[in-house]
């Protein structure tokens, strides 16, 4: 079975941007579709983005993903940050058989 | 709009059995396999597994078989996860989540504690 590794926290000024990296540890990120979810504090996990890089309904265009083979991982990328982005991030992926979450990385908005 | 609540939130003593339920509407109930998430206090998500609606198949987590049960009732579109053997490191909040992960249940904290 494989993990996905995340950074535990980043912080990053209002108005910037962000990217979250997510690490699988075996196997080809392209194997299985990377999805990616927002916790506020609080509240139920919503999903931001699915099958890589394809956002999920109602969700801004400030926030776009991707993978990376040579690096064997999937970022998540917001732009233009603004308070109500401070949340833990989660990438996730499903290989058929089981599901895994990466550990989820906090994300500051100064 | 895809709706999915679940039960009350639960005190169990260790050792019992905690049954959490599932209400789902908004979409055709046996379209979408529902899957279950727990999540301990100040913890990530930990995927439990999940059951398909249409047909009672289960896939259940290595570390949950044998102690895991995902069930579900078509003409309730409701479904269930019992956890026997609690221990206190089952306290969390248990979550179901259908549509492919686009919709979650607001949760259910279940506390072990003798």
């Known amino acids: 079975n494989f993990m996905l590794t995340q950074p535990h926290s980043v912080s990053e000024f209002l108005g910037k941007t962000v990217t979250i990296s997510c690490t699988r540890t075996s196997g080809s990120i392209a194997s299985h579709f990377i999805q990616w979810f927002q916790q506020r504090p609080g509240s139920s996990p919503t999903s931001l983005i699915y099958?890589?890089?394809?956002?999920s309904s109602g969700v801004p265009e400030r926030f776009s993903a991707s993978i990376a083979r040579f690096s064997n991982s999937a970022s998540l990328t917001i732009s233009g940050l603004r308070p109500e982005d401070e949340a833990v991030y989660y990438c996730q992926a499903y290989d058929g058989v089981t599901v895994v979450f990466g550990g989820g990385t906090k994300l500051t908005v100064l | 709009q895809v709706q999915l609540v679940q039960s009350g939130a639960e005190v169990k003593k260790p050792g019992a059995s905690v049954r959490v339920s599932c209400k789902a509407s908004g979409y055709t109930f046996t379209s979408y396999d529902i899957n279950w998430v727990r999540q301990a206090t100040g913890q990530g998500l930990e995927w439990m597994g999940w059951?398909?609606?249409?047909?009672?198949?289960?896939g259940y987590a290595q570390q949950f078989q044998g102690r895991v049960s995902l069930t579900r009732d078509i003409s309730m579109t409701t479904a269930y996860m019992e956890l026997s053997g609690l221990t206190s490191e089952d306290t969390a909040t248990y979550y179901c989540v259908s549509v492919n992960f686009d919709n979650w249940g607001q949760g259910t904290l279940v506390t072990v504690s003798s």
């Open positions: 099958e890589n890089d394809e956002r």
């Open positions: 059951v398909s609606p249409i047909t009672g198949a289960t």
